[in-house]
């Protein structure tokens, strides 16, 4: 008996039709009813019967769940969530902005400045207070520049981390807490 072999579709990794080798398999059809469990030629030919396909749902339970489906519907769809899902996601970066104990004031406001902006851009700032040579003697002098700055710029910004001394850095990292 000549049986028609249904084309081979791309599936990126799912279990789909003639790959799924289980011995039995829940069966779940279109509608979203039960048909419980037989063995997964069975399911097979329920789904070349209905005129669709067999896909894995659920490779790792006991026994695996296999449901009947349109495979092409079934990525459009899933490509559709995922477009949709990384539209609405946002990335936030991590913007860096150094300075030393000795800036200048006038200096001091140009990195405010810039550290407005990339709040008022939604993204967090990284602020690296680099002491050198006799410096580290006089960190004091660090910590109160540091604690100028977080000042200056609270109206848009938050601590997300304290500063903290790492090596010869001293580091601090603040979020935004403006709504874009």
């Known amino acids: 008996m000549n049986v028609p072999v249904r084309p081979e579709k791309k599936n990126n990794g799912d279990l ?11 069966v779940i059809d279109q509608n979203g009813k039960q048909l419980g469990v037989m063995n997964s030629y069975q399911a097979n030919q329920l789904a070349e019967q209905a005129g669709l396909d067999l896909l894995c749902v659920a490779p790792g339970a006991k026994p695996p ?7 092409g519907k079934y990525r459009f769809e899933q490509q559709k969530k995922a477009k949709e899902a990384k539209k609405n996601q946002h990335i936030i970066d991590i913007k860096e902005i150094q300075i030393s104990p000795q ?16 709040f008022q851009e939604g993204d967090k700032v990284k602020l690296v207070l680099r002491y050198k040579g006799r410096q580290m003697a006089h960190q004091d002098f660090g910590i109160e520049m540091v604690n100028k700055f977080i000042e200056a710029v609270k ?9 903290e001394l790492e090596g010869k850095l ?3 990292i603040l979020a935004s807490t403006v709504k874009k």
């Open 16 to 26: 789909i039709n003639n790959q799924i080798r289980f011995a039995q398999v829940l």
């Open 65 to 71: 769940v296999c449901k009947i489906l349109d495979y």
């Open 103 to 118: 800036i200048g004031e006038h200096d001091l406001q140009v990195k405010v400045k810039a550290a407005i902006g990339f």
């Open 155 to 163: 109206a848009v910004s938050m601590v997300e981390k304290r500063p």
């Open 170 to 172: 001293l580091i601090t």
